[in-house]
């Protein structure tokens, strides 16, 4: 009798411990590792930065640490200037998103329940293919002499050549294209789940459609507005593939600035040092939306 005791104590006690443990590995030990590294100098070698770890002299290595990288980055405009474009791009891009994807996430919750998981389905079907092929594919419509400015000469509509490809217009279309899932399947799981009756009992009390829509579907769809607003706005805010095949030069965003440091200058430290800077700045809307859900469930309780 109390060895189950202490066998469901166990139990009870490992289910909790197992996203904890799987947050610990793959989420703090390389967070450590990366803040570590933002806090070293680089240095000509292998690895490119200095100190080491060493298990033998802790008091020494942490005493070689220091701000230096992050005073660097508070004193370069580039830096801020790339996260303020970072971040002015990826809230475009969610606006977009969702004026693109709460139509299509409606008309799937409106269409016949039997026609739901077809629909579904197309929308994920871009996953299927490589990320980076759907994107060079929007290099070929994009470009002057590409697909897109052919249909639009063949149908009398252009005179010349379009300018797309390598400016912001391009990234705002390469991003709504490559997160319009992210955006309409929580709509559609949050619209799909809505009570018909409301909007039924709306119009028979005289409710033009139009009030009925902004009264009553779009306040219970808030759930899965806010959460695809996330699931696209914090990648966005990082994005580097497509800013940097789409969008031109002057397209300044953090994610390419961190490529750059890492892989260009092989300045690890200082990229590490932008990786916290990132992360800080993603970490913020997670929590805002934490308390918010969290004041949100306590008003309905």
């Known amino acids: 009798m109390l ?56 008091l020494g290595f942490l005493s070689q640490l220091d701000l230096e990288n992050f005073e660097t980055l508070i004193g370069d405009d580039l830096y801020l200037r790339a996260t303020l474009s970072s971040v002015r791009i990826a809230a475009i891009s969610t606006v977009l998103l969702l004026l693109v994807g709460f139509p ?83 709509l559609y799981a949050t619209l799909e789940k809505m009570d018909d009756t ?26 899965g507005v806010v959460a695809g607003s996330l699931l696209c706005f914090i990648p966005a805010v990082g994005e580097f593939v497509i800013p940097d095949l789409l969008g031109g030069s002057e397209t300044l965003m953090i994610g390419r600035q961190l490529w750059s440091e890492f892989f260009s200058n092989r300045d690890w430290p200082l990229a590490s040092a932008v990786a916290i800077l990132l992360l800080i700045l993603l970490v913020v809307p997670i929590v805002i939306y934490r308390d918010v859900e969290a004041r949100r469930l306590e008003t309905r309780s």
């Open 3 to 58: 060895a189950r005791s202490v066998s469901k104590r166990f139990a009870s006690a490992l289910v909790p411990a197992v996203p904890y443990l799987w947050l610990g590995l793959l989420f703090l030990v390389p967070f450590l590792i990366v803040l570590k590294i933002s806090l070293s100098d680089p240095a000509v070698a292998q690895p490119p930065y200095r100190p080491v770890f060493e298990w033998g002299d802790i």
């Open 198 to 223: 409301l909007i039924e009992a709306a119009l028979d009390l005289g409710c033009p459609p139009w009030r009925a829509f902004w009264t009553i579907t779009v306040p219970l769809a808030m759930p």
């Open 104 to 186: 299509v996430a409606y008309a799937m919750a409106r269409a016949p329940a039997r026609r739901r998981p077809l629909l579904v389905a197309l929308v994920i079907l871009p996953f299927w293919t490589s990320f980076l092929i759907r994107i060079y594919a929007w290099i070929a419509i994009l470009k002057p002499e590409g697909l897109l400015t052919q249909v639009l000469t063949g149908m009398g509509l252009i005179g010349k050549p379009l300018a797309i490809l390598n400016t912001e217009a391009a990234v705002y279309i390469g991003i709504v294209y490559a997160y319009l899932p992210f955006m309409v399947l929580p």
